[in-house]
């Protein structure tokens, strides 16, 4: 599938002719004429699960105010119309694959920072069988999140015959 809402050109985020034809996106440009660039790219990494974006392995936890401080951000983005670009941006964005990713992604984090915060118990009321379980079951859950990673990337970059993009049903 592969949509660009945005571009990297020189180092910085840029729009891309949808962001002068998608209302949410252009109403950014139109109410924030010397900071739109920077919402777009706020926009950008909290939203594009594809490898161009640099926070794409990132913990979706917190994320957003990672991406703000990073970019050096000096807007609210609980600002209604900021708000309604990101849920449209992340809707144009998501496809089962994506959702599938996220889900594995956020199982992953979950299961990790159990096994990396558990202090081993044993016992009749212990949790040493229980990590034992999660540690054998850790393979498999990582197998099957890199297989939908490669699913995604493949998604993200599928091309017909001259270049054109292809759906992510086609």
Wanted: hydrophobic letters at 35%.
């Amino acid at each position: 599938m592969g949509i660009k809402l945005f571009e990297i050109k020189n180092g910085a985020v840029a729009e891309t002719e949808h962001c002068h034809l998608i209302k949410d996106l252009k109403v950014i440009m139109e109410e924030y004429p010397n900071n739109y660039l920077k919402i777009y790219a706020y926009l950008f990494y909290l939203s594009c699960r594809s490898e161009e974006n640099p926070y794409f392995n990132r913990p979706q936890e917190d994320l957003d105010e990672e991406v703000l401080r990073d970019i050096g951000a000096d807007f609210s983005p609980e600002d209604k119309l900021i708000r309604k670009a990101l849920d449209k941006v992340k809707s144009l964005y998501e496809t089962p694959t994506v959702r599938a990713y996220n889900g594995f992604s956020k199982m992953l984090e979950k299961l990790a920072f159990y096994l990396e915060t558990q202090e081993i118990t044993d016992g009749r009321d212990g949790n040493i069988s229980a990590i034992v379980q999660a540690a054998k079951n850790f393979d498999n859950i990582r197998k099957s999140f890199k297989g939908v990673a490669k699913d995604l990337e493949e998604e993200q970059s599928s091309r017909a015959r001259g270049g054109t993009q292809l759906g992510y049903d086609d």
